[in-house]
Structures are given as C-alpha cells and as structure tokens.
C-alpha cells in the first residue's frame, strides 16, 4: 500500500496519521491492475477523512500514470466521486484507515471497496432484518453462535456492490436488490447476484465475484466488474480477485 511516499504523502496532505502510518493488516483484494493506496488516521472528522480519501485516490492515480495528477476529484451524483476520463475508483473510510482503488476503465466497468468495523453481536441481529434474506442470514451464521462477522461482511459487500454498481446505472438501490450467494470468510470468496429489475434491466443477470477479509477487527471487501471475457483476466488459482461475472441464463 503506502510504500514509497508515504511520508511525503502524510505531510503534504497535514493529516492526523496514526504513527506508524502504514496499515500493515490491508489486505489485497483485487488484481494487480487495480492500484490501492491507504492510510491511518488518528483524528477522524469528516473533512479529514474526505481529504484522506482524495490524497488517496490522487496516489493511486499517480501510481497507474506513473506521475502525479493534477485533478480535483469533485463529488459527482449522489456522492460518488468524479474520476478522471479512462479511470474508475471507490473511496471507503472506517475504523480510523481510509482507502482509495482506483483502476483503468479499460480494465473494468465499475469497482467498490468497502472497509467496516465488525458490529456489535446485538447490532448485527438488529440489522440483520433489513439486510438479508433467511439464506444469507444462514450463510452469515455459517454455523458459528457470533454472527456478527458474518453479518459485517454481507452488509460490508453489499455496499461495494452499490459504490461498483450506481455510477453505471445512477439509479438508488437496497440490500434487497442484491443477494450474496456464497460468502466464505475463510477462503475470503463470495458472490452477488443481481436480481433486481433496476439492475438486471441495465446489466443482465450477472453474479459478481467478491472477496472479503477479516482482520484487526475489520472487514474489507470488494467487488469489481471486469470489462473483459472472464478468460482474460486473473484465474481464482492465484489467490487473488477472480473479477469474472458469470451469465446466468
Ligand atoms: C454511499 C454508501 C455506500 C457509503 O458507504 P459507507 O460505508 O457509509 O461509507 P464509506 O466510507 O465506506 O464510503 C464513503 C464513500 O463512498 C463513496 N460514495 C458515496 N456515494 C456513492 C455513490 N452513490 N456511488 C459510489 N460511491 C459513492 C464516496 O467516495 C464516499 O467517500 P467520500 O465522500 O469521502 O468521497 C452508503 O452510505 C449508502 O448510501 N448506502 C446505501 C445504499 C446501499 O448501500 N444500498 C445497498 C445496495 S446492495
């Protein structure tokens, strides 16, 4: 993540930076084209995890045209960021890190990244209601009496569904507009179907491959929807994003 200008980064930008800065327990979600930048926070304000988010996204720009980038990034429709022509991203801040990806749009259509602080056991049931259908709720429990990881995660991969998702089709839409099928917190898998009309009607019946991670406490997640047949891009054998979407009829 951060490796080479991490310090120059903390002090252009005069941010509150947790000591040492580098969040070592990121995890790698996506492919080697997808180019991520993070860091910690020590103070978080909205306005400054707004502006960690942006320098964020700049070096990760940066990193993908081999030189800074002179752009303002402004807040677009309904809150997503506007990304340069060629480029799409997500921003997500929680527990104090904060994290851009950025990827080439001839790469892919859409990217969501998701970082979440595993809720309370008494809050993921109260949420659990609204988020999840009975199989998700079962695929969440996955057996365990705490089902709070299980929940963060569907919660946290649903909404890097919606950062991947609304800037292509600009329509609002819920968790039930979506419905995770697999969710494996071990392995890291998961995929989400699509089944509502909103989406469907704009995108086909595809299933988007997610990964998840737990550590430290936090859940990360992200899904990405290639632009490419699914052959072209990185086989699951390597551990990474699969990034493929699969036709269901
Ligand atoms: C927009 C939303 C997804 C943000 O997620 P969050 O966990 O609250 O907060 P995060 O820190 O992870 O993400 C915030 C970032 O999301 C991005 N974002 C905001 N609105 C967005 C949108 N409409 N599309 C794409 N990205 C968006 C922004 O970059 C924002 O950071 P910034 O304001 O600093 O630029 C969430 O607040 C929301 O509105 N959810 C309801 C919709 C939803 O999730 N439906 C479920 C679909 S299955």
């Known amino acids: 993540m951060f490796t080479r200008d991490q310090r120059s980064f903390e002090t252009e930008a005069g941010l509150p930076c947790g000591s040492p800065g580098l969040p070592t327990h990121l995890p790698q979600l996506f492919p080697k084209f997808v180019a991520q930048r993070s860091v910690t926070l020590d ?12 320098l964020c996204a700049r070096a990760a720009l940066a990193e993908l045209c081999g030189g800074a980038m002179d ?5 677009g429709d309904s809150g997503a960021p506007v990304w340069p022509r060629g480029f799409i991203g997500s921003i997500s801040h929680a527990a104090g890190l904060v994290s851009a990806v950025v990827a080439p749009a001839a790469r892919a259509r859409g990217i969501g990244f998701d970082i979440e602080a595993i809720t309370p056991e008494s809050t993921a049931r109260t949420i659990l209601d609204d988020l999840a259908t009975v199989e998700e709720t079962t695929l969440a429990q996955d057996g365990h009496s705490e089902i709070a990881p299980g929940v963060t995660a569907l919660f946290s991969l649903k909404e890097a569904v919606f950062k991947c998702l609304y800037p292509i089709v600009r329509t609002y839409f ?8 697999s969710l494996d917190l071990k392995s890291g898998r998961a995929r989400v ?3 509502s009309p909103v989406l469907t009607g704009q995108l086909g019946e595809i299933v988007l491959d997610g990964r998840v991670a737990v550590s430290g406490g936090i859940i990360f997640a992200g899904v990405l929807l290639p632009n490419e047949p699914a052959a072209a891009l990185m086989p699951a054998s390597e551990g990474r994003f699969r990034a493929t979407t699969t036709a269901c009829n």
């Open 71 to 75: 752009i303002s990034l402004p807040i």
């Open 174 to 181: 819920d968790f039930r507009d979506v419905t995770v099928e």
């Open 43 to 54: 103070r978080c304000s909205r306005d400054t995890e707004f502006l960690a988010g942006r």
């Open 193 to 195: 179907r699509l089944v």
